[in-house]
């Protein structure tokens, strides 16, 4: 461990604690409504900036001001328990709608503006709102909602005369402990999305979580790269303005690389991303000039791998440190983090994390529900009081969905579904996800392995790999974008057998052949066979969600209808053979 990560543990973990002990948080800290924080920091300091999209900013004093006028509005028409839906762009209005919700003591829902229109349909149906917020009147985006849905504009009801909040809203000294504060829907990378209702304890914890990692203060400029509807967009928005820092909003997808670029040079000083948006930004020219002011870059989102560090410690200035975290939506807070000078040495392949954070417990367990010895992988479960109510399903909490534990009262129990090691000195490994792993020829493989082995060679900048095929036979497929001045020939696909008589164009097309081979050399080298892809089809870029995640769907459509499974498993055992054949004793 080093300095720079020890800051991270004296508030944690009392000597002797064993692994997984997190520290107690005394509920007084965490207690009262949500708004009532922010109207705190608002106080303090009513002409500070508190948001900034590049077009609009608003004060502290002004969105104070201008949540509590659109909070009346909301208290008026939306029934107590009704759930209020934010369809909105990642503008300063999505985080004051977000306000005036808390404001009237409403539950909210973040909805996506550009996602698509069936999955949109989908969530509206199982969320069942009372009513949603849009930006104008006639903004385009309310086409997109039920017709018998209540819409509140944000630019009509601002207009009105201010009214004051209602005298029966909950207040302190506590909300009751069921009281659904937020839902998040997750991204859908793995199936069909899932409501995850969260309390305003939870958000009130991420943000203390936030301040104590990133010392988070009114002199910060804070920009978010995650979008708003997302986890981490959450984290960013409540953390700043429950910090008195200054929230930097940019539409990824809108403004490109140039724009993230140019707001960096803008005095932002913390910058929260995932790791694949930094690894696209290191390619570019300029890329050191505008972070030369960002003291704290904080990723998440996706496993953080050594290579991401090295790769950063050559943009970043001396004194800037990286914040790795690992979270989960059921969680409501971050899980395990770590502080990491991008200067100094780091292990390869993904990083291992601190689980010692306020509020919550960790434990591994195996296949049969047993503690798993510490080195080996095992589900993540994770016990604690501020973790998710449950699932919001038909417009309504179902809390059956999270066990209660027998042993602690006020105590749930959530299995994540994330794989991970604990190691003896009680850091956590991530793996990943229970869901993409899979056997082949009757032994498990981890397509997030690969991944980490293909990240790690210096002619790959980025690379996702996932499991195709039928119930019967599978294989894993790889995408691979090469690294910066790696000449290849568009977007092509190579089996073991594979050559540039693939292509027109015989000398890049030999010359990706080459580089794909080489590829599989050193996977090789480094892997069982089993974890070797069958394929490996070099792409220009990974597609992404709209939440930044690896857009597995999209990647499967990029394969060939006539690449059946059987071929891929033919060629599998054909590269497995030759394994065998190298390592084998010279006679």
């Excluded at 066990?403 to 994540?416: K, L, Q, T």
């Amino acid at each position: 461990m080093t300095a720079d990560q020890d800051l991270l543990r004296p508030t944690h973990r009392s000597a002797g604690s064993p692994p997984g002990t997190a520290l107690m948080v005394d509920d007084t800290e965490l207690d009262g409504p949500l708004f009532d924080a922010f109207a705190a920091v608002a106080a303090r300091q009513p002409a500070h900036l508190a948001l900034d999209d590049g077009t609009e900013r608003l004060s502290y004093g002004e969105l104070h001001d201008r949540a509590l006028a659109l909070g009346a509005r909301i208290a008026a028409v939306v029934p107590q328990d009704g759930l209020v839906g934010v369809l909105v762009p990642t503008t300063v209005l999505y985080p004051l709608a977000w306000l005036a919700c808390l404001a009237a003591r409403r539950p909210f829902l973040p909805l996506d503006p550009n996602q698509p229109p069936a999955r949109l349909q989908a969530i509206l149906a199982e969320a069942g709102l009372a009513a949603a917020i849009i930006p104008t009147p006639t903004s385009d985006l309310a086409a997109s909602l039920p017709a018998d849905l209540p819409r509140l504009s944000i630019a009509a009801e601002l207009g009105h005369e201010p009214a004051p909040l209602p005298p029966d809203l909950p207040s302190s000294p506590g909300l009751p402990s069921s009281q659904v504060g937020m839902v998040l829907f997750t991204s859908g990378s793995t199936g069909r999305p899932k409501g995850i209702a969260l309390h305003e304890r939870s958000q009130r914890l991420r943000a203390m979580n936030y301040r104590m990692a990133c010392d988070l203060g009114s002199d910060d400029r804070l920009l978010s790269l995650h979008p708003p509807w997302t986890n981490g967009g959450a984290g960013d928005t409540l953390g700043a303005l429950l910090c008195g820092a200054s929230l930097h909003l940019l539409d990824l997808k809108r403004a490109g690389l140039a724009g993230v670029r140019a707001m960096l040079s803008d005095g932002i000083t913390v910058c929260a991303t995932v790791p694949v948006v930094t690894r696209t930004l290191m390619a570019t020219d300029g890329a050191a000039e505008a972070l030369r002011g960002v003291r704290i870059l904080r990723l998440g989102g996706e496993t953080v791998m050594g290579s991401d560090i090295t790769g950063l410690a050559r943009m970043l200035p001396p004194t800037a440190r990286i914040l790795v975290r690992f979270g989960l939506t059921e969680a409501g807070t971050t899980l395990a983090q770590r502080l990491i000078n991008p200067h100094a040495p780091v292990e390869s392949g993904p990083l291992a994390l601190d689980p010692a954070v306020p509020g919550q417990t960790i434990s591994v367990v195996d296949a049969d529900g047993n503690s798993a010895a510490p080195g080996q992988p095992g589900e993540l479960v994770i016990r604690g009081r501020y973790v998710a109510l449950g699932h919001w399903v038909a417009g309504k909490l179902d809390a059956s969905a999270f066990s209660a534990d027998p042993a602690a009262p006020g105590i749930r129990v959530v299995r994540s579904g994330d794989m991970v090691r604990l190691r003896p000195d009680g850091m956590l490994v991530p793996i990943g996800r229970a869901d993409r792993q899979v056997k082949i020829n009757g032994i498990r493989v981890e397509p997030e392995e690969t991944e980490a082995a293909l990240r790690s060679l210096p002619t790959v900048a980025d690379a996702a790999v996932f499991v195709h095929g039928t119930a019967d036979e599978h294989v894993l497929v790889a995408f691979v974008v090469p690294a910066p001045g790696t000449h290849t020939f568009g977007t092509q696909a190579f089996g073991p057998h594979a050559s540039g008589r693939q292509a027109s164009g015989r000398h890049a097309a030999q010359h990706t052949a080459v580089l794909v081979r080489d590829w599989r050399t050193a996977l090789a080298a480094r892997l069982p066979p089993q974890q070797v892809p069958a394929r490996i089809q070099v792409v220009p870029a990974i597609p992404l969600l709209p939440s930044l995640k690896p857009d597995l769907p999209a990647l499967r459509a990029l394969l060939p209808a006539q690449g059946s499974p059987g071929m891929l498993v033919r060629a599998w055992t054909w590269l497995r053979d030759i394994r065998r054949r190298s390592s084998a004793p010279h006679r």
